[in-house]
């Protein structure tokens, strides 16, 4: 007889051989073989009826009940020769137990999103197929697709949703369905190591936007620690929409919200930070608020179009709506970089209008060069949307300044026109209206020339102000 019986596939065990009518009296080779896999171990004789020695049944043995046992009266391990016992079916290969050996991270808070390595002990993960992963406590459950590297590992993102219970006893369990369906066999299991933590809570104000609109929000947490940019992230499960927020303090996020047009009428936007500041809004969270945020319907004004184009006396703008409800009236603002904006005129609105209503303003004094122009409306209770920023470059009769070469691959020549250079603030800006370069006391007699040789191929815009007088100029570097 064998004892045990069965055994599992890349396990290693004691086996005791017992033999009827045998004269065991030295080491035996001993023969596992149902015709497919076989192996073998060497057997130790502790009398003549007894043999004992450790077993190592291969990762790839034949899963199969009908293993013949034989002992081969040859004691160098070798499994050949002369038989000197036999037992016919008595031993049984069973498959391996598929094992989760560890999660990475082990931890992740509610509204997380973040890369998690699964790895796995006598898994049948092929490289490159894809396993459902569920997270369970009982209570709340979720899970993620991971895709197998080839080295017992599979590797996905997991996203805790913002409802998750907050557990240490989460169970983790990889299905063996070659995509995204967390059912049917399963091929490793791990009790009660993952933990899902709380999110700090946080507020914002205000706690509702339209669609369409822009406006200030700030986002207030408890026992936050907040130090520097931050992505907050709007989400009802259908609409998505985010912002970069600057930290005023560990407690305090600030930052300007434009809710898209093709934003959810919802009030159960959930308000997540996370600890990226690029914008990205992934990883690590950093502040959770469950159904917060509620977006309501459009502004009160449907813009039809914003037009800004050159005139004989300056800059004409015309805009016009499709529909007006509640709207107050309309500033029309002005920049030279895109960022400061100043006020050059207001216009009445409709107040309430279902048919097209066109406005227009007549800029007669733009900056020579770069004008940036917007509109921005204001309803009765002060909410505030606006079009889109347009730019033309007005050429005014005389211009202060002329640059040459044009391209150039170095530096540029400035040439005054009425010859008196003097001290001027000189700025040079990217097309996005960044500053590059900036000189505020800058001697044009003494240096005229602007060296861009540290800048990038591209274009660029030359803003010079002397006295009261300012102009501008587009070079090319190449």
């Known amino acids: ?34 015709g497919v896999s076989t192996f073998n171990f060497t057997g130790m004789s502790f009398n003549a009826s007894t043999l004992t020695g450790t077993l190592s049944i291969p990762i790839g043995a034949n899963v199969s009940s ?20 036999i037992c016919q079916d008595c031993f049984t290969v069973t498959a ?31 490289n490159g197929t ?12 979720f899970s993620f697709v991971g895709t197998a590297n080839g080295s017992q590992q599979l590797l996905g993102n997991l996203v805790v949703p913002p409802t998750a219970n907050v557990s240490s006893n989460y169970n983790v369990t990889v299905f063996d369905v070659d995509g995204g369906a967390c059912s049917g066999v399963s091929d490793g299991v791990c009790a009660s190591c993952f933990n899902v933590t709380e999110a700090p809570p946080i507020n914002s104000s205000p706690l509702n936007g339209g669609i369409g609109e822009t406006f200030a929000i700030s986002i207030t947490g408890t026992g936050t620690n907040w130090s520097s940019a931050h992505c907050v992230e709007f989400s009802d499960g259908v609409s998505t929409f985010t912002f970069v927020g600057m930290a005023m303090n560990a407690s305090t996020i600030t930052g300007n919200l434009t809710v898209p047009m093709s934003a959810n009428i919802s009030a159960n936007y959930d308000i997540k930070v996370y600890v990226d500041p690029t914008g990205n809004c992934s990883g690590l969270g950093d502040g959770l608020c469950v159904d917060c945020f509620e977006v309501t319907s459009a502004v009160p004004v449907e813009w039809l ?20 409800l509640n709207s107050h009236y309309f500033e029309v603002q002005r920049s030279w970089n895109a960022k400061d904006w100043q006020a050059l005129h207001h216009v009445d609105a409709q107040g309430f209008s279902t048919a097209v209503s066109d406005y227009g303003y007549l800029d007669r004094n733009p900056y020579p060069g770069l004008n940036y122009y917007r509109i921005e409306q204001v309803d009765v209770d002060g909410q505030k949307s606006y079009t889109p920023v347009k730019s ?18 170095d530096e540029v020549n400035i040439f005054f026109n009425d010859e008196q250079a003097g001290t001027a603030s000189l700025l040079v800006q990217d097309i996005f209206g960044q500053t590059v370069l900036q000189e505020l006391d800058w001697d044009a007699g003494a240096n005229p020339k602007v060296s861009l040789a540290t800048l990038p191929a591209g274009v660029y815009f030359i803003r010079i102000q002397r006295g009261s007088q300012q102009d501008v100029r587009q070079i090319v570097k190449q």
């Not at 004269?23 to 073989?33: G, I, L, P, R």
């Not at 179009?305 to 007006?324: H, I, K, N, Y």
């Open 1 to 34: 007889m064998v004892f045990p019986t069965s055994g599992e596939q890349n396990t290693s065990f004691s086996v005791t051989i017992t033999g009827m009518g045998s004269t065991w009296s030295s080491a035996h080779c001993v023969e596992f073989s149902d």
């Open 130 to 141: 894809t396993h459902c992963i569920e997270f369970d406590d009982g209570v709340s459950n």
């Open 392 to 409: 033309v470059v007005y050429e005014a009769s005389k211009r202060l300044f002329e640059v040459f070469p044009n391209p150039t691959a």
């Open 305 to 324: 179009s914003f037009r800004a184009a050159l005139a004989d006396e300056g800059v004409q703008l015309d805009w016009s709506t499709a529909t007006e």
């Open 96 to 126: 391996t137990t598929p094992s989760i050996s560890f999660i990475s991270p082990s931890s992740l808070a509610q509204g997380d999103d973040f890369p998690v390595i699964v790895s796995g002990t006598n898994t049948t993960w092929a």
């Open 66 to 85: 009908n293993y013949d046992v034989k002992v081969y009266d040859n004691n160098v391990g070798s499994c050949v020769g002369v038989n000197d016992g």
